[in-house]
């Protein structure tokens, strides 16, 4: 699988990676809801991981204290 990573909005792109966010930290890794949904997504910068069909591979935040 050949997959690229875009930079994007969590205004426009929320409901997407909440949905992946839910079933690879709290479905699957059983992290609490309380910290997963801790807040911080507004000042995050956020990617997302697309395989060459757009179908979403994954995700990942990144805080502004890194």
């Given at each position: 699988?050949?997959?690229?990573?875009?930079?994007?909005?969590?205004?426009?792109y929320?409901?997407?990676?909440?949905?992946?966010?839910?079933?690879?930290?709290?479905?699957?890794?059983n992290?609490?809801?309380?910290?997963?949904?801790?807040?911080?997504?507004?000042?995050?910068?956020?990617?997302?991981?697309?395989?060459?069909?757009?179908?979403?591979v994954?995700?990942?935040?990144?805080?502004?204290?890194?």
């Amino acid at each position: 699988m050949e997959a690229h990573v875009v930079e994007i909005a969590w205004e426009s792109y929320q409901e997407r990676l909440r949905r992946i966010r839910k079933v690879v930290f709290i479905e699957e890794q059983n992290v609490p809801e309380t910290l997963e949904w801790d807040g911080l997504d507004d000042d995050a910068s956020h990617f997302l991981a697309l395989e060459s069909a757009d179908r979403n591979v994954g995700c990942a935040r990144l805080l502004p204290t890194g």
